[in-house]
């Protein structure tokens, strides 16, 4: 890292930017398994917050692995980078005044708790989708369980390579295919009783 570098301080903050925008800006960070249901209650959330004049954008883990950490393979070093710079992206976001809403698998704790420390305190939410591996396993909806099982994806999360649950998630839904729009719906209730929302 170049150390010829100076911040600059603009007039216009994130105080600022979150009154223009009316709301209070902060990460949603959803983690579970693949299959979970993380993109989908995410984007149903997003869908809800907006509807209610939020301010949002959603950064789903498999549309940044076409761009941004498109370089990016999933080894565990790979993985570490990948949550680095989606948390970095979701601070700027953040300074912008946007409620960012992350669908990542995320698997390791240390990783989620960096993301967490990138941002102001209060500024992340995590939401664990709660679903169980056979739950996954089951709906399988890219077909990735299935060559995880054949050996062409060795280092799959929750087949080749682990998965540290959350041990104290802001929001824990417990989820085994009810319906996703009530998840979603438990999700903006939780917001509103930890004072995210009003």
Known sequence: MSTNLTWHQHKIDKAARSQANGNRPFVLWFTGLS??????????VEQKLHVAGKSTYLL???????????????????????????????????????IVLTAFISPFRADRNAARHILAEGEFVEVFVDTPLEECEKR?????????????????????????????????????????ITAADEVIAQLKTLGYLA
């Open 35 to 44: 299959g979970s249901g993380k993109s989908t209650i995410a984007n149903i």
């Open 60 to 98: 789903d883990g498999d549309n940044i692995r076409h761009g941004l950490c498109g370089d990016l393979g999933f080894s565990d070093k790979d993985r570490v980078e990948n949550i680095r710079r989606i948390a970095e992206v979701s601070k700027l976001f953040v300074d912008a005044g946007v």
């Open 140 to 180: 399988d909806p890219k077909g990735l369980y299935k060559k995880a099982r054949k050996g062409d994806i060795p280092d799959f999360t929750g087949i080749g390579s682990a998965y540290e649950a959350p041990t104290s998630p802001e929001i824990h839904l417990t989820w085994k295919g009810q319906n996703e």
